[in-house]
T-cell receptor, first 116, second 117 residues
Framework: GDSVTQMEGPVTLSEEAFLTINCTYT??????LFWYVQYPGEGLQLLLK?????DKGSNKGFEATYRKETTSFHLEKGSVQVSDSAVYFC???????????????FGKGTLLTVNP | GAGVSQSPSNKVTEKGKDVELRCDPI?????LYWYRQSLGQGLEFLIY????????KSGLPSDRFSAERTGGSVSTLTIQRTQQEDSAVYLC???????????????FGPGTRLLVL
């Protein structure tokens, strides 16, 4: 079945440091890939997505490129801020032929703490 | 409403009692999903609705769990005879009717935190 593996962390960085959170996946169909973020005390929010190979998703300075050859979707940000402290989830949605269910399969989540 | 809402936000119950969790999706969204977030298992899919039908219930962990959706809108997740292992955050998400591939984004509610004593 489908699965997502991501760096579990926790990850602790200083403000303005470079961030990478690794994510790899296994899927039987043609998945779309997502990064969701959960800020303290809040619900899940979509951060960025990519729907096909070589697409780059970007938002709020974060980027991730859909790499089919390495089945990866690593999250990067050049300069993190204290406000980026949150839990980050990599996820995939695999719509197989004839299906209509876009259910998400999530990684375990990575806790990021950014210190001033 | 502007977003997905869920109620109650917190629920404490005793083992063996039944609980009902409610989800109000974004107006006009035909697809609705329930997920469970727990420390041991991470985020798990429970059930998917398209309109009032549930074509995929594969994630429901036992027959104590059931869900329904009425009027293509509000959904209720019911857990009967709750057990301590049911303690988790139950998340609801909605999206517009799927067309094409990977074009639909799920919007999540804030969740209901369930604690079974």
């Amino acid at each position: 079945g489908d699965s997502v593996t991501q760096m579990e962390g926790p990850v602790t960085l200083s403000e303005e440091a470079f961030l990478t959170i690794n994510c790899t996946y296994t899927a039987t169909g043609y998945p779309s890939l997502f990064w969701y973020v959960q800020y303290p005390g809040e619900g899940l929010q979509l951060l960025l997505k990519a729907t096909k190979a070589d697409d780059k998703g970007s938002n709020k300075g974060f980027e991730a490129t859909y790499r089919k050859e390495t089945t990866s979707f690593h999250l990067e940000k050049g300069s993190v801020q204290v406000s980026d402290s949150a839990v980050y989830f990599c996820a995939l949605s695999d719509l197989t032929s004839g299906g209509s269910n876009y259910k998400l399969t999530f990684g375990k989540g990575t806790l990021l703490t950014v210190n001033p | 409403g502007a977003g997905v809402s869920q109620s109650p936000s917190n629920k404490v119950t005793e083992k063996g009692k039944d609980v009902e969790l409610r989800c109000d999706p974004i107006s006009g969204h035909t697809a609705l999903y329930w997920y469970r977030q727990s420390l041991g298992q991470g985020l798990e899919f429970l059930i998917y609705f398209q309109g009032n039908s549930a074509p995929d219930k594969s994630g429901l962990p036992s027959d104590r769990f059931s869900a329904e959706r009425t009027g293509g809108s509000v959904s209720t997740l019911t857990i009967q005879r709750t057990q301590q292992e049911d303690s988790a955050v139950y998340l609801c998400a909605s999206s517009s009717s799927p067309r094409g591939r990977g074009l639909e984004t799920q919007y999540f509610g804030p969740g209901t935190r369930l604690l079974v004593l």
